[in-house]
């Protein structure tokens, strides 16, 4: 450390350092928390996690964070090499996945002997004391189980080598678990510890909603995680939206879950009653097959829906989705800013109900019955249908469950992150045809690029907040819907939300949804420069992640884009997906060596990871190798240390030239 001379410096700062003083009233007391933050940015940067687009495969979602993208199995291989055997190493893994259930599997299987439970214990605190050596004993102390701490903090600060007494004094402990019927749950907590310590960080870049049944247990148990942020998905946006009032967002999240035959995230995780829908339907639709409604249903969890199911889940998709065109068409009307007038298709629906009229073209209608439909007037709800709607939109607001996961998507997440050199965001950023930003318009103002990212954050935290202006509150209600199906919005960037023509229309080419200009301009290295520029972003190590789009690797395409400075993670955790792009997405793990992209291949169950050791299979990719071992002192929490250790040097100098005095303990 080079001595601070600038006495100047010192002066100007005099206000700050007295109040710093309170924390450090001695030499003694600053130089030792210089050495001690010297120290910690010198330690090897911590581990991040990136994960995009969950869609609600909780199962998946848990394993891949249980085993950090494949992170674990790589550092016991590293650990053990040859001398345990493959099975031997995947055994090891799946216990620090799973070690309640696999426990209890071993014990059943009376493979759970006090050899076992040594061995076991003895593997354990070597992979235990691996993952903890890039953190100061202090933060492991924090993550330490409050029963176990102090005799885990023993084992861990050892030396691998022990000898003679010290052997003996290690070896007495695990003998003494053991003896005293603790192993099972020490070995439970040793595993848990692993998993929190192997991973500091976790990003997810969103789209947490939707088609998979377990978007409420994901939510869960990111309400328990540490060290952890959210970029909102156009997905999260809907929810969050029908959480708030939006109509249009309650019957888009109610149609979408109809169509996956997913009701367990609606009725088990968030108790919306869908009764009064469901009342409705059987009554309005009684006499329609309701055909083109049948949900889509995945060969896994097809058996979880006998025939009758099926037949009343149509009825409602097909209820909830005239009620969401109507109610779109409300919004369109009402707010002519969005200049999406030509999007409320119902009003091109001809009288005698059999064809559509859809951007100066006439088509024949998939389906021609439309009981509730009055052409005269094609956005009125029946006064059934408004109901309907009222009392759905009551049962999301007064959900317990989804305004706690709201308020953790508020507190943890945002438009955009920019973190360690990275900046995030869901799925794009508009852009004109030459590769300037797009304004687009938010309430009565244009805003383009970061700036427009930071008033849609506002405008979503308005929504929520009782204290705002009725007007400008109801304004940001309604602009969930244009996030959701706009086309400058950043979180869609099309020229249009097809469903209406998915649903109805048979002839494909109305079904096209055409990308925005930055899906297409994404791959220039001079691009994303300039957006990491206006985003002030630095460093040499620089890079924008997105999800939101699929990648099709089983076409050849690559998710690494623009000569590296661009990742697309779109996890593909969701069954639907797993056709179109041949793969289970992508996840990416940051380490203090460079980053890895992990390839997967779908995971099968959690019962069957448990019973024989699977793991979901993955390919790593090399993205970008540092050059060196990355410290703390490269992070953004290192530029944070570095300040408090210029402010304490400075506190140090104003002690010494007395123009601040100590207060002897």
Sequence with gaps: MKPLSNIRSVQDDLRYLQLLARDFPSIAAVTSEIINLEAILHLPKPTEHFLADLHGEDEAFHHVLRNASGNIKRKVKELFGDSKTDEERRQICTLIYY????????????AATPEFYQKTLIDLIKICREVSSKYTRSKVRKALPEEYAYI????????ADLCGDKQKYVDIIVQTIIGTKRAKHFIVELCHLIQRLQVDGLHILGDIF???????????????RHNFDIVWGNH?????GAAAGNACCVANAIRLSLRYANMQTLEEGYAINLMPLARFAMETYRDDDCRLFEPHIDSCRQSLHDEQDIRLMAQMHKAITVIQMKLEGQLYAAHPEWGMQDRGLLA????DRRHVAVDGALYALKDTYWPTLDTTSPFALTPEEQIVIDRLKHSFRI????????????????MYGIYNGNLLFHASLPMNEDGTEKTVCVGNERFCGRELLDK???????????????EERQSAIDYFWYLWAGPDSPLLDKSKMATFERYFIADEKTHREEKGWYFKLRNRPEVCDMILDRFGVKGHHRHIINGHVPVRAAAGENPIKADGRLMVIDGGFARAYHKTTGIAGYTLIYHSRGFQLVQHEPFTSTEEAIHLGTDIRSTTQIVEMTGGRETVANTDI?????????????LLLAYRKGLIKEKKA
């Design 638 to 650: 290192g530029k944070k240390l570095r300040e408090q250790v210029i402010n304490l040097e400075k």
């Design 236 to 240: 999260d946006i809907n929810w969050m």
């Design 399 to 414: 959900s317990q469950r989804l305004r706690r996961h709201i308020r953790l998507l508020l507190s943890n997440g945002g």
């Design 210 to 224: 939707d088609r998979g049944p377990g978007a409420h247990l994901i939510l869960d148990t990111l309400c328990h």
């Design 99 to 110: 070690p309640e259930q696999k426990l209890d599997l071993l014990q059943t299987e009376g």
């Design 456 to 470: 849609i954050d506002q405008s979503v935290r308005t929504a929520f907040d009782e204290g705002s202006d009725d």
């Design 152 to 159: 885990i903090e023993e084992l861990l600060h050892e030396t």
């Design 348 to 351: 091109g629906i001809s009288p």
